[in-house]
Every structure is written in C-alpha cells, then in structure tokens.
C-alpha cells in the first residue's frame, strides 16, 4: 500500500499547479481522498477532500474558488488543481486516504490512514 505525490514544484503569485497522488498496492475505489499541507513552523492543515463514494468535495475557506479536487478511479489517481497560487499556499502538500464521508459544506469526517511522502509547493512572490 503506496501513496505517491507529484507535480509541486516552483512557481510565480498567481501561476497553477496540479499535483497527482497515485496509489499503488490497492485500489482507491470507494475511499476517500484529502490533500492536506504543511507550511514551515505552522501545523498540518486540511486543504481538499472529497468521497469515494459520490464525488462530493470540500474545500478549507483558504483555497475556495482557487483549488479543485478531483479523482480517476480508473487510473488509481487523485489530483489537486491549484489555481491563482499565492504565497501563503507554501507548504508540503500530503495526500491521504480513508474511510468516512465528506460533503460540502459538512467537511471531511474521513479517518486517513494512508499517506504520502509529500510534495513541495513554493510560491514566489
């Protein structure tokens, strides 16, 4: 059972990113997937989830309307798409996997326990 992130990297205020978290070992079918980050001296914090079952996202007020979650099942592959990047949005970024639910506006009530190594997001201003 494999978690791995890709696609961060270096990138200007207001440029995107889309990082991947493929699975290996097992099927993602069903599980629900939460991307969260960690910025240097700060705590982890949710970012994005959304449900194996339905589809249904949520966001953290901080990247409402800027990032889109997303998953291909068929693939094994969650994404994160990250838009109009700022340089607050600085961190390692961790995607993870459970079981549980999600739906908008009641948030990720989901007990992760697959994660991945990270990938670094910077944002330059």
């Known amino acids: 059972v494999q978690l791995v992130e890709s696609g961060g990297g270096l990138v200007q205020t207001g440029g995107s990113l889309r990082l991947s978290c493929e699975a290996s070992?097992?099927?993602?079918?069903?599980?629900?997937i939460g991307w969260f980050r960690q910025a240097p001296g700060k705590e982890r914090e949710g970012v994005s989830c959304?449900?194996?079952?339905?589809?249904?996202?949520y966001y953290a007020e901080s990247v409402k309307g800027r990032f889109t979650i997303s998953r291909d099942d068929a693939k094994n592959t969650g994404y994160l798409h990250m838009t109009s990047l700022k340089p607050e949005d600085t961190a390692v970024y961790y995607c993870?996997?459970?079981?549980?639910?999600?739906?908008?506006?009641?948030?990720?009530?989901?007990?992760?326990?697959?994660w991945g190594q990270g990938t670094q997001v910077t944002v330059s201003s």
């Open positions: 993870a996997v459970g079981t549980g639910s999600v739906s908008t506006l009641g948030g990720c009530l989901v007990n992760f326990d697959s």
């Open positions: 070992g097992w099927s993602l079918d069903y599980y629900a």
């Open positions: 959304i449900s194996g079952s339905d589809g249904s996202p």
